[in-house]
């Protein structure tokens, strides 16, 4: 078993690190073509950091450089003391609250704009970023050691991030940089209760997953991400052995000191513990102090709305009352479903009103005025992948109209007046300029109230029509405003705090809000004119989206669950609520430790110096080969040789090929340029080809030999063209459309005889005289350059979906694509290929019916054969037609949610199966020629295949399985057994 258990480790690594056709996905493709090329860029450039911005974010660029400097001296002691100088461009042109650091080419960026709901804190959000982005430098620059130092040295970067990503779990990548930005600062996710609730709910629910699950995540339960699995695995590690254990665990992995699994062993060295011995640790720990809290803290009862039974994890969130009535509206979404609009009536009956659009979770908000829905949704630029809009959507409960008010605006949080005849929303500048606007219910500004101190604004609701209620964040603290939205007069309603305030609701001369202030977050309340907080609720793991029944007498709100969240109701009573004046939140000890090891907070202790701002060169580094992949899979051996520019506008590639079979060679190179609209695309390939002839020999006047021979040459073909990407994805729906052309200088070399493949008929008499008449057309092939065109036309139109949905609940694929030669009659030949699939909704939620179709024509007598990427059904292989049409109809449901660990080998997630019928049309006009019998010949198949959701060795998430088909006209094409088995490896990812 040990053998066996190390030969399947080690295809899994080639699988990561090797270029097998398999597993081609593993080498990750950069996105080119980010940013406008109008847009002006500048640089920072020391010996530590490069940060490059637009000319208009100059103080964010210094202050990221500031940051570096002071982090590149200090906090290292967790994580080692190599330090690698970085790029890091700040994009401003996209909504999307996020960030990332690349191996290949080494390099970060940081997407500027802040999320509505701050789930880090109310730290700033730039500052936060950085120090957790950077976090992902130091972890990269102190793996290049050992064997990983070995393989970034000799093969560059990808292979250097697959080594160390193979040796590290992706739980310490993000563990350890969520306890950095913890630590590092007053905020910092490991410091917020909604980050803590997840594992609460866990175990005080008495719900405890092993290690694998908790590692592999899960497709049927809640299981709190590897962002929390690893920060409470990295805390517990340096609160109990020292803030230096890490380092030295994560350094003996990437030297391999063990093979397998050297994370774990590493650990296991320096604590006696490997990774699912510590996991039981923590869980016990953590298990212990929730429950003993939980003792103390004293609950208020909520009642729990009716609702259909969840059968996995299902979300209620932003309820809000219908008008007068007791019925709500929501947002729901789940494992099941994606995120919609719903009608929950007081019998717990539901009824979907629309779906909610494409957004960040982190910028979900919903409004519900004067019988209208109101909220936010993404939109993009049709061509520049990083810059996208958010704009808002207006839902008419009474007409059932729904209509985007905006266009191309990057505003947040949409709140309807009482009269439903104004908005109030945050709008976010490519310039980081926050500002609260004012529009009409068409979407015309009003008003932009002032903002000189730049404060950044969440959540904002109307008090009344003329003013409105805001959390105001600044430096490391937020707090509630008032705002009267014609003078921009603001009165402070609650003190400035560093915990965190969100989702603000204005009932009579209360104010509702939802604060972390007790350690859980709870609703509270402020009135008008006073200071004095109340606690309302008393939640056992957090409560949300406060809002209130129109008569004022029901506060209703979103308590989280490990099933989802639950819309939960209480009376109002406020002679019944708690003043509130302690803002110290209930100390758990957990992030305690860690911030005195680094000593406190450095957000006050970063200097303020002034660089050298200087204009950036995108054409710098244009040329940038930063890896080498070699593929090892027999008969096949080779190697790939990649090139990108940090700027992601160039990309090439070199390669080498050598069939060991054929003892022949292939070589040749791609290059990209993306900086224009088009993409433009060069390239050269040297390669083998072969095609399948027929031949006839004339052997005198009444005798004709006819056979089918097999055709060897190799090919020099120069491409050079152009591809335009269009994204129209808005609403639920992704949608994208490419343009493809192409002309192919090809130019043909062959030496070798034909080898015959099989003796068809021999003609004699009459018959082979009239045949010879009529048939002896086949065209020449010749040594002869050949130029071709080439076009391609595809449109992707798919839902967005659910986790547990195998297929978006609809989906449609349109790929029309023409090759063929010009201006010749040597060597010519053309193939039009056309293919069409349509997903639609099964008869359950998690089920899918879809169709296939395709279609192609290419005369089989053509001289020159394009590559033929035809679908046949399943089951068989290519065939001599001249035209070929297939349709097949599939039916995919899931089967089991195990949730199966085979030891650390597995975790079987999911099993499905997909019952298929394929039927393919063949003409063939050789065939007709030479048989009696006359018409299309068919290929039939039916059958199943069975495939696998697993996360493979702690390290892979893979979909495979196998396919049986049964072929019906197996006898037609001369196969002996009509079932065939197959393999499947369907998708490969981290």
């Given at each position: 078993?040990?053998r066996?258990?190390?030969?399947?480790?080690?295809?899994?690594?080639?699988?990561?690190f090797?270029?097998?056709?398999?597993?081609q996905?593993q080498i990750?493709?950069?996105?080119?073509?980010?940013?406008?090329?109008?847009?002006?860029?500048?640089?920072?450039?020391?010996?530590?950091?490069?940060?490059?911005?637009?000319?208009?974010?100059?103080?964010?660029?210094?202050?990221?450089?500031?940051?570096?400097?002071y982090?590149?001296?200090n906090?290292n002691?967790?994580?080692?003391?190599?330090?690698?100088?970085?790029t890091?461009?700040?994009?401003?042109q996209t909504?999307?609250p996020?960030?990332?650091?690349?191996?290949g080419?080494?390099?970060?960026?940081?997407?500027?704009?802040?999320?509505q709901?701050?789930?880090?804190?109310?730290?700033?959000?730039?500052?936060?970023?950085?120090?957790?982005?950077?976090?992902?430098v130091?972890?990269?620059?102190n793996?290049?050691?050992?064997?990983?130092g070995?393989?970034?040295?000799?093969?560059?970067?990808?292979?250097?991030?697959g080594?160390v990503g193979?040796?590290?779990?992706?739980?310490?990548?993000?563990?350890?940089?969520?306890?950095?930005?913890?630590?590092?600062?007053?905020?910092?996710?490991?410091?917020?209760?909604?980050f803590?609730?997840?594992?609460?709910?866990?175990?005080?629910?008495?719900i405890?997953?092993?290690?694998?699950?908790?590692?592999a995540?899960s497709?049927?339960?809640?299981?709190?991400?590897?962002?929390?699995?690893?920060?409470?695995?990295?805390?517990?590690?340096?609160?109990?052995?020292?803030?230096?254990?890490?380092?030295?665990?994560?350094?003996?992995?990437?030297k391999?000191?063990?093979?397998?699994?050297?994370?774990?062993?590493?650990?296991?060295r320096?604590?006696?513990?490997?990774?699912?011995?510590?996991?039981?640790?923590?869980?016990?720990e953590?298990?212990s102090?929730w429950?003993?809290?939980?003792?103390?803290i004293?609950?208020?009862?909520?009642?729990?709305?009716?609702?259909?039974?969840?059968p996995?994890?299902v979300?209620y969130?932003?309820p809000?009352?219908?008008g007068?009535?007791?019925t709500?509206?929501?947002?729901k979404?789940?494992?099941?479903?994606?995120?919609?609009?719903?009608?929950?009536?007081?019998?717990?009956?539901?009824?979907?009103?629309?779906?909610s659009?494409?957004?960040?979770?982190?910028?979900?908000?919903?409004?519900?005025?004067?019988?209208?829905?109101?909220?936010?949704?993404?939109?993009?630029h049709?061509?520049?992948?990083?810059?996208?809009y958010?704009v808002?959507?207006i839902?008419d409960?009474?007409?059932?109209?729904?209509?985007?008010?905006?266009?191309?605006?990057?505003?947040?949080?949409p709140?309807?007046?009482?009269?439903?005849r104004?908005i109030?929303?945050?709008?976010?500048g490519?310039?980081?300029?926050?500002?609260?606007?004012?529009?009409?219910?068409?979407?015309?500004?009003?008003?932009?109230?002032?903002?000189?101190d730049?404060?950044y604004?969440?959540?904002?609701?109307w008090?009344?029509?003329?003013?409105?209620?805001v959390?105001?964040q600044?430096?490391?603290?937020?707090?509630l405003?008032l705002?009267?939205?014609?003078?921009?007069?603001?009165?402070?309603?609650?003190?400035?705090?560093?915990?965190?305030?969100?989702?603000?609701?204005?009932?009579?001369?209360?104010?509702?809000?939802?604060?972390?202030?007790?350690?859980?977050?709870?609703i509270?309340?402020?009135?008008?004119?006073e200071?004095?907080?109340?606690?309302?609720?008393s939640?056992?793991?957090?409560?949300?989206?406060?809002?209130?029944s129109?008569?004022?007498?029901t506060?209703?709100?979103?308590?989280?669950?490990?099933?989802?969240?639950?819309?939960?109701?209480m009376?109002?009573?406020p002679?019944?609520?708690?003043?509130?004046?302690?803002?110290?939140?209930?100390?758990?000890?957990?992030?305690?430790?860690?911030?005195?090891?680094a000593?406190?907070?450095?957000?006050?202790k970063?200097?303020?110096?002034?660089?050298?701002?200087k204009?950036?060169?995108?054409?710098?580094?244009f040329?940038?080969?930063?890896?080498?992949?070699?593929?090892v899979?027999?008969?096949?051996?080779?190697?790939r040789?990649?090139?990108?520019?940090?700027?992601s506008?160039?990309?090439?590639?070199?390669f080498?090929f050598?069939?060991?079979?054929?003892?022949?060679f292939?070589?040749?190179?791609?290059?990209?340029?993306?900086?224009?609209?088009?993409?433009?695309?060069?390239?050269?390939?040297?390669?083998?080809?072969?095609?399948?002839?027929?031949?006839?020999?004339?052997?005198n006047?009444?005798?004709i030999?006819?056979?089918?021979?097999e055709?060897?040459?190799?090919?020099?073909?120069?491409?050079a063209?152009?591809?335009?990407?269009?994204?129209?994805?808005?609403?639920?729906?992704?949608?994208?459309?490419?343009?493809?052309?192409?002309?192919?200088?090809?130019?043909?070399?062959?030496?070798?005889?034909?080898?015959?493949?099989?003796?068809?008929?021999?003609?004699?008499?009459?018959?082979?005289?009239?045949?010879?008449?009529?048939?002896?057309?086949?065209?020449?092939?010749?040594?002869?350059?050949?130029?071709?065109?080439?076009?391609?036309?595809?449109?992707?139109m798919?839902?967005?979906?659910?986790i547990?949905?195998?297929?978006p609940?609809?989906?449609f694929?349109?790929?029309?694509?023409?090759?063929?030669?010009?201006?010749?009659e040597?060597?010519?030949?053309?193939v039009?290929?056309?293919r069409?699939?349509?997903?639609?909704p099964?008869?359950?939620?998690?089920?899918s019916?879809?169709?296939?179709?395709?279609?192609?024509?290419?005369?089989?007598y053509?001289?020159?054969?394009?590559?033929?990427?035809?679908?046949?059904?399943?089951?068989?292989?290519?065939?001599?037609?001249?035209s070929?049409?297939?349709?097949g109809?599939?039916y995919?449901?899931?089967?089991?949610?195990?949730?199966?660990?085979?030891?650390?080998?597995?975790?079987?997630k999911?099993?499905?199966?997909?019952?298929?019928?394929?039927?393919?049309?063949l003409s063939?006009?050789?065939?007709?020629?030479?048989?009696a019998v006359?018409?299309?010949?068919?290929?039939r198949?039916?059958?199943?295949?069975l495939?696998?959701?697993?996360?493979?060795?702690?390290?892979l998430?893979?979909?495979?399985?196998?396919?049986?088909?049964?072929?019906?006209?197996?006898?037609?094409?001369?196969?002996?057994?009509?079932?065939?088995?197959d393999?499947?490896?369907?998708?490969?990812?981290?």
């Amino acid at each position: 078993m040990k053998r066996r258990f190390s030969l399947v480790l080690l295809i899994l690594w080639f699988a990561i690190f090797v270029n097998i056709p398999s597993t081609q996905a593993q080498i990750p493709s950069n996105q080119l073509g980010l940013n406008p090329l109008s847009l002006k860029w500048s640089q920072i450039k020391t010996d530590k950091v490069q940060v490059v911005f637009p000319r208009n974010l100059e103080k964010q660029g210094q202050r990221v450089a500031n940051i570096v400097h002071y982090l590149w001296e200090n906090s290292n002691e967790s994580i080692g003391n190599k330090m690698m100088p970085v790029t890091i461009f700040l994009q401003n042109q996209t909504t999307n609250p996020n960030g990332f650091v690349s191996p290949g080419p080494f390099r970060s960026e940081f997407y500027m704009t802040p999320p509505q709901f701050m789930f880090s804190g109310s730290t700033s959000w730039l500052d936060l970023l950085t120090i957790h982005e950077y976090r992902h430098v130091k972890q990269f620059s102190n793996s290049r050691r050992g064997i990983s130092g070995v393989v970034r040295t000799l093969l560059g970067s990808w292979p250097w991030g697959g080594v160390v990503g193979a040796a590290l779990p992706r739980w310490y990548f993000e563990g350890d940089a969520v306890v950095s930005e913890t630590e590092l600062s007053k905020s910092g996710r490991g410091r917020q209760p909604s980050f803590e609730m997840e594992y609460r709910s866990l175990l005080l629910n008495d719900i405890h997953y092993g290690y694998e699950k908790a590692a592999a995540g899960s497709l049927k339960d809640f299981v709190p991400d590897h962002y929390r699995l690893g920060y409470y695995m990295i805390n517990y590690g340096r609160r109990k052995y020292g803030k230096q254990l890490w380092a030295g665990v994560m350094q003996d992995a990437v030297k391999y000191r063990s093979i397998f699994y050297p994370f774990s062993r590493g650990l296991k060295r320096r604590t006696g513990m490997t990774t699912p011995k510590m996991y039981k640790k923590v869980r016990a720990e953590l298990d212990s102090i929730w429950k003993a809290q939980d003792k103390e803290i004293k609950y208020l009862p909520t009642q729990k709305i009716k609702h259909p039974s969840k059968p996995t994890v299902v979300s209620y969130e932003f309820p809000h009352y219908f008008g007068n009535s007791d019925t709500l509206i929501v947002q729901k979404s789940g494992y099941n479903e994606v995120r919609s609009y719903y009608k929950v009536f007081p019998d717990g009956t539901e009824k979907l009103i629309t779906l909610s659009g494409l957004n960040s979770r982190l910028n979900n908000s919903l409004s519900v005025n004067a019988g209208k829905l109101c909220w936010s949704e993404s939109r993009f630029h049709p061509r520049w992948g990083l810059k996208d809009y958010s704009v808002i959507k207006i839902y008419d409960l009474k007409t059932g109209h729904k209509k985007r008010i905006t266009k191309r605006s990057k505003y947040f949080a949409p709140a309807l007046s009482p009269d439903g005849r104004k908005i109030i929303t945050v709008e976010t500048g490519d310039n980081l300029q926050h500002t609260l606007v004012v529009l009409d219910s068409a979407g015309k500004v009003l008003n932009r109230l002032g903002n000189p101190d730049n404060n950044y604004y969440t959540f904002p609701t109307w008090a009344d029509n003329e003013n409105i209620v805001v959390v105001k964040q600044n430096v490391e603290q937020n707090q509630l405003q008032l705002i009267n939205t014609t003078s921009g007069e603001a009165t402070s309603l609650t003190q400035p705090t560093s915990q965190l305030i969100a989702y603000p609701y204005v009932h009579g001369d209360f104010i509702f809000f939802s604060a972390a202030y007790t350690g859980i977050h709870n609703i509270f309340a402020v009135k008008k004119g006073e200071e004095q907080l109340y606690q309302v609720t008393s939640s056992k793991l957090g409560a949300f989206y406060p809002s209130v029944s129109a008569d004022g007498n029901t506060l209703v709100m979103s308590e989280f669950s490990p099933k989802g969240y639950d819309i939960t109701t209480m009376p109002i009573k406020p002679e019944n609520w708690q003043p509130y004046n302690d803002a110290t939140p209930v100390d758990n000890g957990f992030y305690n430790t860690i911030s005195e090891q680094a000593g406190g907070s450095i957000i006050d202790k970063v200097p303020d110096n002034k660089f050298p701002v200087k204009k950036y060169n995108k054409w710098s580094g244009f040329i940038n080969p930063h890896s080498l992949i070699f593929n090892v899979l027999h008969p096949n051996y080779g190697l790939r040789l990649l090139s990108d520019n940090k700027f992601s506008t160039l990309s090439a590639e070199a390669f080498g090929f050598f069939n060991a079979n054929e003892e022949t060679f292939s070589y040749g190179g791609t290059l990209r340029y993306a900086e224009l609209f088009p993409i433009i695309n060069a390239s050269y390939q040297r390669s083998n080809r072969n095609r399948i002839i027929g031949t006839s020999s004339i052997i005198n006047d009444t005798t004709i030999t006819f056979g089918i021979n097999e055709q060897k040459w190799t090919e020099d073909r120069f491409s050079a063209g152009f591809e335009i990407p269009f994204n129209f994805s808005g609403g639920a729906n992704f949608k994208n459309i490419t343009f493809n052309a192409n002309f192919h200088q090809i130019n043909i070399n062959f030496d070798n005889e034909d080898i015959n493949v099989f003796q068809l008929d021999t003609l004699v008499g009459s018959g082979a005289s009239g045949f010879a008449q009529r048939n002896l057309d086949f065209a020449t092939f010749e040594k002869q350059g050949i130029q071709a065109l080439e076009f391609r036309f595809r449109v992707n139109m798919q839902q967005q979906r659910a986790i547990q949905h195998i297929n978006p609940r609809f989906w449609f694929y349109l790929d029309l694509w023409y090759r063929g030669t010009i201006g010749q009659e040597v060597n010519s030949g053309n193939v039009f290929t056309g293919r069409f699939d349509l997903y639609l909704p099964g008869l359950a939620k998690n089920h899918s019916l879809y169709f296939n179709t395709a279609i192609q024509t290419e005369n089989f007598y053509n001289a020159y054969k394009f590559p033929n990427f035809f679908p046949y059904s399943r089951g068989y292989g290519s065939w001599f037609e001249d035209s070929a049409f297939r349709y097949g109809i599939n039916y995919t449901f899931p089967l089991l949610y195990p949730d199966l660990p085979l030891s650390s080998l597995l975790f079987i997630k999911r099993i499905k199966a997909n019952l298929f019928y394929d039927f393919t049309s063949l003409s063939s006009s050789l065939i007709d020629r030479i048989s009696a019998v006359q018409g299309p010949r068919f290929m039939r198949s039916a059958g199943v295949e069975l495939t696998f959701d697993v996360r493979a060795a702690r390290l892979l998430e893979i979909d495979l399985g196998f396919r049986w088909s049964y072929l019906l006209d197996a006898s037609t094409f001369g196969i002996t057994n009509p079932n065939k088995f197959d393999f499947l490896l369907l998708r490969i990812g981290i």
